[in-house]
């Protein structure tokens, strides 16, 4: 996902990762990968359960949500694949024809 967050920045859209991790641990986590978007602490799980990704052992289980610009929830991907989750992501973006900057 990092190596595409340039590519991401590209379109109106903003990248948030939540973590079940405490705020420090999910601070720690951005800053050794070096990501330039935020990873959100949700230690209670309540994010995890509200959006249906609470796992098994304390792990959430990982899913990318995607909304319009109006916020409406236009796609949910249940299937992450961790080596082209990045690049999936902004061909799902310019599939769904969500509106890149210059577009403006």
């Not at 050794?32 to 935020?38: C, H, I, M, W």
Request: aromatic share 8%; net charge positive; proline share 2%.
């Amino acid at each position: 996902m990092r190596d595409s967050a340039k590519k991401i920045s590209e379109y109106k859209a903003k990248l948030f990762v939540i973590s079940t991790d405490d705020a420090e641990k999910a601070k720690e986590f951005a800053e050794s990968l070096g990501n330039a978007y935020p990873i959100l602490a949700d230690p209670n799980r309540k994010a995890a359960k509200l959006f249906g990704v609470d796992g098994f052992m304390g792990f959430a289980k990982r899913v990318t949500f995607i909304f319009d610009n109006s916020g409406k929830l236009v796609d949910v991907d249940r299937k992450v694949k961790l080596g082209s989750h990045g690049s999936d992501v902004v061909e799902k973006l310019d599939k769904l024809k969500i509106q890149k900057k210059q577009e403006e």
